[in-house]
């Protein structure tokens, strides 16, 4: 069975930095891409970002192009999301994902976990 749980998460202000970590199971990590996404009280959910655990490649959403950068540890299983020059607008519970689709992350594995609340004062 596929699980992911996000941990990390916080309050910090405007200009800061937080560090996720998705630890993951159940599946072989090498054969998925690994996404975060995030969903702002009122607003649809978002892709944020996406790891290709096979080889490495990345994908970004314009909005945190050049402030996130996710990684990966293969062999603890886990990706992480170093998110730096925090901004309010980036306030919102923040997820990951496995999924079939290395590259895009569009083709999404498991479920839904609880996610954890990343929230930026200004």
């Known amino acids: 069975e596929v699980q992911l749980v996000e941990s990390g998460g916080g309050l910090v202000q405007a200009g800061g930095s937080l560090r996720l970590s998705c630890a993951a199971s159940g599946f072989t990590f090498a054969d998925y891409g690994i996404g975060w996404f995030r969903q702002a009280p009122g607003k649809e959910r978002e892709k944020v970002s996406c790891?290709?655990?096979?080889?490495?490649?990345?994908y970004y959403a314009d909005s945190v192009k050049g402030r996130f950068t996710i990684s990966r540890d293969n062999a603890k299983n886990t990706v992480s999301l170093q998110m730096n020059s925090l901004k309010p607008e980036d306030t919102a519970v923040y997820y990951c994902?496995?999924?079939?689709?290395?590259?895009?992350?569009?083709?999404?594995?498991?479920?839904w976990g609880q996610g954890t609340q990343v929230t930026v004062s200004s």
């Open positions: 994902r496995a999924s079939l689709s290395r590259t895009s992350c569009s083709i999404l594995v498991g479920s």
């Open positions: 790891l290709n655990s096979r080889d490495g490649s990345q």
